[in-house]
C-alpha cells in the first residue's frame, strides 16, 4: 500500500513515543506540579491557612466546571489542538505569575496573584487533561490488539508524575515561589510544542456534535441510576473523596503549621502516597484474579476508614506520611474495582457519557474540602477529618454491605 493512500493516523502508529508519550509525560508532571504546587505557594506567599483552602477550592470548582464543556470542545476542535492551546495558555499564565510574584513578592498583588492562579491553572489543566485522555484512548483503538500496552504505559506515566510532582514543587519552592512558577512554565511549553505532533481525532471535527454539553452528563446519569452497583459504589467512594480531599487541602497546613516542617515535606508525603497507590494496584490486580471484587474491595475499604481516622490523630509527621500514604493505597485498591464494575456494567453506547458524569460527582467533594479547609481554624482541622473519615466509614460500610450478595461483584 502506498503512503499516499494510506490514512494519516495510521502513519502515527509507530510513533507512540513522540506523538502520545512525551506530550502525556510533560503535561502529567504540569498537571501534578501545579495541582500539589499552587497551595503550597499559597501558604507560602500568604501564610494563611484560609486562603490554603480556598485555593484548593479555586483550583477545583474551575474544572468541575469546565468538565461538561471541555469534551465538547475537545469532540468539535480535536485533541491535538486543544492539548497544544491548553498547555501553552497554561504556560503563559504561569510566566506571568511568576514575574509578578518577581516584583510583588508578598502583599496584596501576591496574594491576588496566586489565587488567580489556583483558578487559572485548575480549568486549563482540566481541558488538556482531557485532550490528553481522548488523545490516548484514540491511540489504544488504532493498537488493535495491544490497546492494554499502551493504556499500562499511559498509566505508569501519570503514576510516575504523581509521585514525582508534589516532592519536587516541594523541593523547587524552597528557592521562592519564581522559580517552582518557572519550572512548571517550561513543562507547559514543551507539552505545548509536543502536542503539535499528536495525530488528530480520526473522527472529523465538523462532525462532533455541537452544543449542550450537559446533555451527555444527563445520560451518564440517568444510567448511573438504571444500575444499582454501579450507583451504590459511586455514592460510597464519593464520601470517600470528602476524607481524602480534605487530607488533601488540609495537607500544608497540617504539616507546616502543625508539625512545623518544611513545604518539601508536604510533597512528600503525596510522592510516597503515589508510590503506595501504584504498589497497591499492582497488587489489587492479581488478588482480583483469586478473590474477585467484592472481597477486594470491601478490604481496601475497610482499611480506607480505619487509617482515615487514625490520620486525624497521627501524633507526628511521620506516623502521618505512613497513614497517608496507606489510606491512598487502599483508595486506589477501591479505584480498581470501580473502574472494573463500570467496564463490565456501562453499555458501550453510553460509555463515554457515563464515565464523564461518574468521574464529575467523584469530583465533586474536592472543592467541598478545600471550603472546609478554609473556614476550619487550624487547631481543629484534627476534629473535622475526623468527621469526615466517620461519614467515609459509613458510607463505605453501607455501599459494600448492599453490595454483598450483587451478581455484578461476585462474577
Known sequence: MSVAVTPRHARHSAGLMRSIYLPRTADALAFAM??????????ATTRSAALTGAAFALEWIPRLAAFGWAGSVVDRRGASVVFHLASLGRALVLAVGAVLLHLHPSGAVASVTVMVLAAATGVLTECSYIAAETAGAAAGRRAGARAHRVQAVLLGIDQTATLAGPALAGLLLLAGPPPMLAVITVLSLLAALLALRTPPSPVAPARAPKGRPGAGLLTGWRTIRSLPALGWLVAG??????????????????????????TTAVGLVWSAAAGATLLSVTLCRFALDRLGLWPVGATCAAL?????LAAAQAPDYLSY???????MAADGGMTVVLRTLRSRLIPPEKFG??????????????PVAGVLTALTPPDELGHVITACAALQALGLFCAFARLRTDPALRT
Open 353 to 366: 457519557s457515563t464515565l464523564s458524569a461518574t468521574i464529575l460527582i467523584l469530583l465533586l467533594p474536592f
Open 237 to 262: 467512594l464519593t464520601l470517600s473523596n470528602l476524607a481524602t480531599g480534605l487530607l488533601q487541602a488540609a495537607g500544608p497546613v497540617i504539616v507546616v503549621a502543625h508539625f512545623g516542617r518544611s
Open 34 to 43: 501545579s495541582t500539589y504546587g499552587i497551595p503550597l505557594l499559597v501558604l
Open 304 to 308: 480506607a476508614s480505619l487509617v482515615c
Open 321 to 327: 506520611l505512613v497513614l497517608v500514604a496507606v489510606l
